[in-house]
């Protein structure tokens, strides 16, 4: 049974930091291209970035240069480094795997962690 765990969202003030995991079971990790999403209220679920198998990234534009992902597939963990937070940051962040493999594509989602940007 795959899983995606993800952990570390939380409340920080405007300006601060915070790191979210996202811990990953029941797959072979290292094959999947790894991305981290967010809904905020009212609003579609968008891709903040992405992480391929390969490590090569991609970042959604208003996150570019504030917010890094990166993986480490000795621990099946694919980690959000989210710097200089913003009110418009606030949403639930969701944890994405991705394979297309020749059986098919694979999609994983986690259950989402919510992070809360204040004054």
């Known amino acids: 049974q795959v899983q995606l765990v993800e952990s570390g969202g939380g409340m920080v003030k405007a300006g601060g930091p915070l790191r979210l995991f996202c811990a990953a079971s029941?797959?072979?990790?290292?094959?999947?291209?790894m991305s981290w999403y967010r809904q905020a209220p009212g609003k579609e679920r968008e891709m903040v970035a992405t992480v391929t198998s390969g490590g090569s990234t991609n970042y959604e534009e208003s996150v570019k240069g504030r917010f890094t992902i990166s993986r480490d597939n000795a621990k099946n963990t694919v980690y959000l480094q989210m710097n200089s937070l913003k009110f418009e940051d606030t949403a639930v962040f969701y944890c994405?795997?991705?394979?297309?493999?020749?059986?098919?594509?694979?999609?994983?989602w986690g259950q989402g962690t919510q992070v809360t940007v204040t004054s």
């Open positions: 994405h795997g991705r394979r297309a493999a020749l059986e098919g594509i694979n999609i994983y």
């Open positions: 029941g797959l072979t990790f290292s094959t999947y291209a």
